[in-house]
């Protein structure tokens, strides 16, 4: 019986990943932000203000 080898393509082919898995893994994300956007936003937006106002900052130093 002969041995059944892999196709010579199929085989040699290990570059890793492709530009169609990075489009899908954007696309996930972005579709991701755009359902937690207002979170996200609020989120972002309580850092900004503690990070930001000195009045906090300092107070929570004391």
Do not use: C, H, W
Not at 14 to 28: H, L, P, Y
Not at 33 to 55: C, K, W
């Amino acid at each position: 019986m002969k041995n059944k080898q892999l196709p010579k393509t199929f085989s040699t082919n290990r570059k890793g990943m492709g530009t169609v898995e990075i489009v899908i893994i954007i696309a996930i994300l972005v579709s991701l932000a755009l359902v937690f956007r207002e979170g996200l936003t609020n989120y972002a937006e309580n850092i900004m203000d503690f990070v930001f106002n000195d009045g906090q900052v300092i107070g929570s130093l004391r």
